[in-house]
């Protein structure tokens, strides 16, 4: 039974199923089809700046209200909607990034509501199917990056591939440890140049606040506590920023978020982009 449980953890990846979840997410990605209104939108912000609004305990209600006074181009993620109350800014792209985002009782009543205001709705249409709007744009995923680098397997997570940036979000993108991974792809997709992030930041304290004040459902986190996924997150950016460097692109990432563990994008204040 020993035996038989170690060869079961060398094919670990996510902690509850073996190596045959890479070969289905495989699957999926091949018989997902293109989304022709995603690739309507190449370009559509050719060098523009957008804000990636994350959703971590320092995010402010008077900064999101400071980026609808400036029109500003915003991406956000999960339960954003549940500051809708409290703040009269909306995103212009609200990205999910895996099934557990939508699969919420809130979710499914808030995401059709954004598609019909006309925030536009992108999904991973290989890892999320039904109820979604029909409005919701969807793009296709690689999941490998993400597994390997999410594997409890200490072999997997050390050697495996560490997470990439796709110039063509039409054909795909590269799944990582959050959301914000897949929207810089799209961002870049899009034809902005300059990315902000606000409220990333990966991790918290022990006596800190997961979240931003205000959102009422926690989404589960299967395997790691917070800091832990904040330690992901962090590997992650570092192995995408480099992609993007090796790749030569005219795309910047800075981080506006006020204080966090994220030091991967240069530092910018943000109240000194206004």
């Not at 440890?177 to 034809?191: D, N, R, T």
């Not at 959102?215 to 589960?220: A, H, Q, T, V």
């Not at 506006?256 to 240069?266: I, N």
Request: charged letters at 30%; proline letters at 3%.
């Amino acid at each position: 039974m020993k035996a038989l449980k170690k060869l079961g953890d060398l094919k670990l990846f996510y902690g509850r199923f073996s190596g045959l979840c890479y070969l289905q997410d495989k699957v999926k990605y091949w018989l997902c089809p293109k989304d022709k209104r995603l690739f309507a939108l190449k370009d559509s912000f050719k060098g523009r700046r957008c804000f990636i609004v994350g959703l971590g305990p320092s995010l402010r209600m008077d900064d999101l209200d400071k980026l609808a006074e400036n029109g500003e181009v915003c991406f956000s993620m999960n339960r954003c909607y549940q500051l809708f109350d409290k703040t009269k800014w909306r995103p212009d792209f609200y990205c999910i990034s895996d099934w557990k985002a939508f699969d919420i009782p809130s979710a499914k009543k808030a995401v059709p509501e954004m598609a019909d205001s006309g925030i536009t709705v992108l999904y991973p249409k290989n890892a999320v199917r039904k109820g979604m709007p029909a409005k919701a744009i969807h793009y296709r995923t690689y999941y490998s990056d993400s597994i390997f680098l999410n594997s409890k397997n200490k072999f997997y997570h050390k050697h495996g591939r560490r997470c990439r940036f796709s110039t063509d979000a039409y054909d795909h993108v590269y799944s990582g440890c959050s959301c914000v991974h897949l929207i810089l792809q799209l961002a870049y997709y899009l034809g902005f140049t300059e990315v902000y992030l606000l409220g990333a930041d990966c991790g918290v304290s022990s006596d800190s606040k997961s979240y931003v004040e205000g959102l009422s459902e926690k989404l589960r986190l299967d395997m790691y506590t917070e800091r832990k996924a904040g330690d992901n997150m962090i590997i992650d950016y570092a192995s995408l920023q480099d992609d993007i460097v090796a790749k030569g692109l005219d795309f910047h990432v800075f981080n506006a978020t006020r204080g966090g563990y994220l030091e991967v994008f240069p530092r910018v204040e943000f109240d000194d982009l206004f």
